[in-house]
């Protein structure tokens, strides 16, 4: 009888064992190092296949899609992706996601390394707490990811203009972030922009920076000539907003990420001193405003004090009449001048201004547009007249243009014009022209008649005169000649006039002896000589 033989393990068997073992290893271990599964809709399935797409954070691959099929609305597309387990970190609710394809837009271009490794879902981790595996993709790249250094920033403005997102943000026109968002305001009165700014450059924001928009590119015509300011090529093309703090505000504190600020639409509002108060007046003007626009300045003397926010129409039932109301807003402190104390208030500076003669009115910005402009100024000559308040809005009196005027005094001389008696007036003249006529040809006749009488005549009159003042010139000749000093003449003359001195002297001698003795003259004489 054979002996039983105890079983053993054959040599055979070892390799399946060993096989299963690692198999099992393996399973234990994929079931152990098995990351999360989560889904992404997107708007569309462009770039998405499964289990060729990859999923990538900061350019390291963390996963792939399993699977692509519609939303259960079938609106949207639906991708699975399968992540590796040291992504579980970062599925929270604010992470993000998006395709990464070549695209050209406006203001950038990306995803040029596509072309040829192909699309693939970019990843920027969030910081919230909060876990989710279900994710709305975006349907273009962020600006800006987690991990940029920085803060952002609110600035809100009436429209977007030209800006866009991905448009770039200036400081002293160095590019130090960009628009990453936009959104509508709920009731639709404007828009809110959404900028990043990089670090370092975040610490120049301020509290009181102001931001303008730097887009296209500013002309300035003024004492010093015509200035075109830009902030680069850039700006031209896909628009900008420019930032720069007051110089007094150069030591204060960073602005708080998200503070929000006003977004001026040029550097020269933005920068101007802001306004502590403002008050809102109505202008009545009864002539045509054509030319007149909402945001026209409101201007005193050269100052801009105020500007134009609204234009309506009047009808007045009881008067039939039709008037233009326009809604002005004041800054009285650029009446009153900075850094003085505004002791009064600024109504009652409009009520004591127009008390002494500060009236509106209509004048001419440019002749080349036609634009208007309300002008405030002085009239001393203006009757009396105080703010009215109507409808619980006050009323500053207004003046009529000086175009308006002119018009009118154009159109009242035409009318005195048309009433004058032209006709008669132009009959009268024709007569006068006749009789004017009739006068010349009777001056031309005499005229004629002088040549030939008269002219003779006066040529031998003149002649004869022209001998006669030859012989006086003769004449005065010689008595110049006579008077000479060494003439015979003058040498006799003085002779004669000695005789007649010495004879007037013995005269005088005889009448002196005659005086001593006047019987002389019956005597005779005795001898005795005169003296």
Known sequence: MTPHRRWSLQLVWLIPIVAALIGG???VKAVIERGPTISISFSTAEGLEPEKTRVKYRSVDIGHVTAVAFSEDRKRIVATVALSKQADPLLVADTRFWVVRPRVTGTQISGLGTLLSGAYIGMDAGTSSEPRSEFVGLDVPPIVTGDLPGRQFLLHASDLGSLDIGSPVYFRRVEVGSIVADELDKDGAGVMLHVFIHAPYDRYVKAD??????SGFDVALDANGIRVNTESIASLLLGGV???APPESAQAPPAQENARFPLYPDRGKAMRLPDTAEETYQVVFDESVRGLSIGAPVDFRGVLVG????????FDPKNATIRIP???RLYPDRLRGRGKPGAVPPGALIDRLVRRGLRAQLKSGSLITGQLFVALDFFPGEAQATVLRRNGRAEIPTVASSLQELQTTLLRFARKL??????????DARKTLKALESTLAA??????MIDSDLAPQAARTLADLGRTLSGVDKTLAGLDALLAKDAPVQRDLHDTLREVARAAEALRNLADYLGRNPGAILRGGTGEQPP
Do not use: M
């Open 209 to 214: 920076t102001r931001f303008w928009n730097a």
């Open 443 to 448: 001056s031309e006749h005499a005229v004629k």
């Open 307 to 314: 500007e134009v926010t609204a234009i309506d129409v009047d």
């Open 418 to 427: 048309d009433r004058l008696p032209l006709e008669a007036t132009v009959g």
């Open 242 to 244: 420019a930032f720069q």
């Open 326 to 328: 326009v809604e002005v």
């Open 25 to 27: 290893w393996l399973a």
